[in-house]
């Protein structure tokens, strides 16, 4: 199998699962027991928040563990939405967002009578300073943009876009952070309020998230019940899977560099190649992410060609898994100005330091043998 879908998800890293399964099997009690072995696994549990938000350089008290970036993102949302509509009822949000984002302000708008912009993006997929500074109000209660989106790998200017609303209202900024994490440094950090994470996605655990919320941020909790993540989330702490943390995100951090040039490597290498076949035409930027290249064939739609590959043994996507099995076209690519047709024919490779120049070579001979018998017939 070649798997080039490390933007849908990651295999767990060795260090990090051993870490899950140790702490899983030795340390089960409950973190909210008052005997030695509850204390204990809080203690873990608490000197792995310390470890997490020292990699992200933000206090262990802005952290808040997560079952996942979903679960985060509507934390965020509605959190904040609710706790602070006494001063509006006016969000922001972009028309590229992931659906944990999208349909979170959907609900928002019809269950709860919130009013909600949709921001447009250029042709590179960002949302543009000037754009948001006209769409704020007074009663602008939240701004939730993505830092990189995970269908084309396009980046925002997070700390510029954090300023214009800071500047011109009373918002609180959210930034859906789960595919640039591991992928640059998050220097926007310090600029925003609310920036959500998920594990798997970058070779930790499945089911795990992360909430920064940057202290004094209100927010209403989602999940009531016990005084479990300061009183924001009830339920018994998944303690393994919190623990594992620390281990992920060191690992994430570690070798940064190392691996983002080995993945500008393998895309140059898998964009040269592409231009060399007849019919297909890149959709992502050119100064998108190394980790995401999503182009379009002429003639082929996305499915054909995803079963085509699975058929070689190649995982690929199409879009956004958590939208794979939506019949629309790619609502990220139709905001890009791209053609509704050009939409419906496009695939997303995702790459990481796990992924080798005969993966990428393989894919480029796959492909161009399955769009020659493809346009013979
Ligand atoms: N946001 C983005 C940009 C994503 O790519 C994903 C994963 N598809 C999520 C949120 C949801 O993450 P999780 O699977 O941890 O809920």
Same mark, same amino acid.
């Not at 190649?314 to 509704?340: D, N, Q, Y």
């Given at each position: 199998m070649i798997y080039l879908d490390y933007a849908?998800? +990651?295999?767990? %890293?060795? *260090? &990090?699962? @051993?870490a899950y399964t140790y702490v899983l099997e030795k340390y089960y009690a409950n973190t909210d027991s008052l005997h030695d072995a509850g204390l204990k696994v809080a203690e873990l549990m608490e000197q792995s928040r310390e470890q997490t938000a020292s990699c992200l350089k933000v206090k262990a008290n802005e952290l808040m563990f997560t079952s996942g970036a979903s679960e985060a993102n509507n934390t965020a949302i509605k959190g904040s939405a609710f706790a602070l509509q006494h001063r509006g009822k006016h969000l922001i949000t972009s028309c590229v967002e992931h659906s944990s984002v999208d349909q979170t302000m959907k609900q928002l708008q019809e269950l709860f009578g919130f009013e909600v912009t949709y921001l447009p993006v250029n042709s590179s997929g960002v949302v543009e300073a000037e754009t948001l500074r006209q769409a704020l109000r007074k009663d602008t209660i939240l701004v939730s943009i993505m830092a990189l989106n995970n269908e084309v790998g396009s980046i925002n200017d997070i700390a510029e876009l954090a300023k214009?609303?800071?500047?011109?209202?009373?918002? &609180?900024?959210?930034?859906?952070?789960?595919?640039?994490?591991? @992928?640059?440094?998050?220097?926007?950090?310090?600029?925003?309020?609310? #920036?959500?994470?998920?594990?798997?996605?970058?070779y930790g655990l499945k089911g795990s998230g992360l909430l920064y919320h940057k202290q004094n941020v209100r927010l209403v909790p989602l999940i009531c019940g016990g005084q479990q993540e300061a009183g924001l989330r009830g339920g018994t702490?998944?303690?393994?899977? %919190?623990?594992?943390? #620390?281990?992920? $995100?060191?690992?994430?951090?570690?070798? $940064?560099? *190392?691996?983002s040039r080995h993945v500008?490597?393998? %895309?140059q290498r898998l964009r040269l190649g592409l231009a060399e076949i007849d019919g297909v035409e890149i959709n992502s930027p050119q100064d998108a992410t190394p980790y995401i290249l999503n182009f379009s064939v002429k003639g082929m739609t996305s499915e054909v060609m995803l079963n085509a590959l699975n058929h070689y /043994?190649?995982? &690929?996507?199409?879009?956004?898994?958590?939208?794979?099995? +939506?019949?629309?076209?790619?609502? &990220?690519? $139709?905001? $890009? /100005?791209?053609?509704?047709?050009r939409a419906t024919h496009s695939l997303r490779i995702s790459l990481s330091h796990l992924s080798k120049k005969s993966e990428v070579d393989e894919l480029l001979n796959v492909l161009k043998e399955i769009f020659n018998d493809y346009r013979i017939k």
């Open positions: 849908s998800t +990651t295999p767990v %890293n060795q *260090e &990090v699962l @051993k214009v609303t800071h500047e011109s209202s009373r918002a &609180v900024f959210h930034s859906d952070c789960t595919q640039i994490l591991g @992928k640059q440094p998050l220097t926007f950090l310090p600029d925003i309020e609310l #920036a959500s994470f998920s594990a798997h996605k970058i702490s998944n303690a393994p899977c %919190n623990i594992a943390w #620390a281990k992920t $995100m060191r690992i994430a951090f570690e070798k $940064m560099d *190392e691996h500008s490597e393998l %895309n /043994g190649i995982c &690929v996507s199409s879009r956004s898994t958590c939208s794979s099995k +939506t019949k629309a076209p790619s609502r &990220v690519l $139709m905001a $890009m /100005g791209i053609s509704e047709e």
